[in-house]
């Protein structure tokens, strides 16, 4: 069964931490994405990458940053988490073009105190 | 700015009855898709419309891409409580991007 991963489900971390958010996937997948999902805002593009060590800003990428060393791993990194960014997070993988879809994790519901 | 607007924001019915639910744009796509997304999980792809006036049917749901491809129509025929979710529409921003809307939130009370 193909799937997205990320690695944690819930995570609390203190503010100023250095968070780091997993995603895996195994379909081979050229673009992966990032998003957070706010109630009332919908999902928000942070970044998102088409290719192995390419990043792109999206709609929200300040206090963000990515990394993508290998093609099925895509890494989120808040750098110094603060409360605004108490949000779901979700990771996401599509082939070259967006036309097949997404496929998403399951999300990380980060909380930050 | 692109957008999609999805209407209603929210829906609350009795399992048994029907519904549509709604996501309009003033500009042209190229493909439009529907996800489903249940409570604290990621939304999953239900359907992708590409041609305008294409009518999808996925068990009880059904799917319209208007003719001018600017909306899209999701009519649930005798809702069931599993039906019940976040319902968002998303349409290709670039080659690499969709943009979404705000989404339906959808409850069938048994």
């Known amino acids: 069964d193909v799937k997205v991963t990320q690695s944690s489900r819930y995570l609390v971390k203190r503010t100023g931490e250095k968070v780091f958010l997993e995603c895996v996937q195994d379909m081979d997948h050229e673009n992966m994405f990032w998003y957070r999902q706010d109630p009332g805002l919908g999902l928000r593009l942070i970044y998102f990458s088409y290719d192995v060590k390419m990043k792109e800003k999206g709609d929200i990428p300040e206090g963000y940053s990515v990394s993508r060393e290998k093609k099925e791993r895509f890494s989120l990194i808040l750098e110094s988490a603060s409360t605004n960014q108490t949000s779901m997070y979700l990771c996401?993988?599509?082939?070259?073009?967006?036309?097949?879809?997404?496929?998403f994790g399951s999300g990380t519901r980060l909380t930050v105190v | 700015t692109q957008l999609l607007e999805q209407s209603p924001q929210f829906l609350s019915i009795q399992e048994g009855e029907n519904l549509t639910v709604y996501c309009n744009s003033s500009?042209?796509?190229?493909?439009l898709q529907w996800y489903r997304q249940e409570p604290g999980e990621g939304p999953v792809l239900l359907v992708t419309?590409?041609?305008g006036g294409e009518v999808k049917k996925l068990k009880r749901l059904t799917f319209q891409f208007g003719d001018a491809r600017k909306d899209s129509s999701l009519h649930i025929t005798a809702a069931q409580p599993g039906d019940t979710g976040l319902y968002l529409c998303?349409?290709?921003?670039?080659?690499?991007?969709?943009?979404w809307g705000a989404g339906t939130k959808l409850i069938i009370k048994p």
């Open positions: 419309v590409v041609t």
């Open positions: 996401a993988s599509s082939k070259r073009t967006g036309f097949y879809g997404y496929t």
């Open positions: 500009s042209v796509f190229s493909s």
């Open positions: 998303a349409a290709s921003r670039s080659n690499y991007q969709l943009i």
